[in-house]
């Protein structure tokens, strides 16, 4: 049974930073592109950024790059979104996803957008909430 669970959210100032994990369990890491998504209240899912673990190729949406950094760690079998320089309109609920294959990230390096239709495993999401 694939699971996948986020945690590392919680409460920040502006300006602040966040590491928030997904531990992924049930599947062949090395086989799937992960995804960090986030929905705000009253929008839409929004795709952060995602990695490709079997050659850590990565996508970053054009609001977060330069301030947000996915990283894997295989022995762990857990993905990482280090968030620093965080804004009031990084709150939302931070969800984590999984699809086999490594594709995912040239779709979304050529498109500039990420789909949430791709990916057919979700965990139960983390709350991030940043303070003015």
């Known amino acids: 049974e694939v699971q996948l669970v986020e945690s590392g959210g919680g409460l920040v100032q502006a300006g602040g930073s966040l590491r928030l994990s997904c531990a992924a369990s049930g599947f062949t890491f090395d086989d799937y592109t992960i995804a960090w998504f986030r929905q705000a209240p009253g929008k839409e899912r929004e795709g952060v950024s995602c990695i490709s673990i079997g050659d850590h190729s990565t996508y970053y949406a054009d609001s977060v790059k330069g301030r947000f950094t996915i990283s894997s760690d295989n022995a762990k079998n857990t993905v990482y979104l280090q968030m620093n320089s965080l804004k009031p309109e990084d709150t939302a609920v931070y969800y984590c996803?999984?699809?086999?294959?490594?594709?995912?990230?040239?779709?979304?390096?050529?498109?500039?957008?990420?789909?949430?239709?791709?990916?057919?495993?979700w965990g139960q999401g983390t709350h991030v909430t940043v303070s003015s």
């Open positions: 996803a999984a699809n086999r294959g490594g594709l995912f990230v040239t779709t979304a390096q050529t498109l500039k957008h990420m789909f949430a239709v791709d990916y057919d495993y």
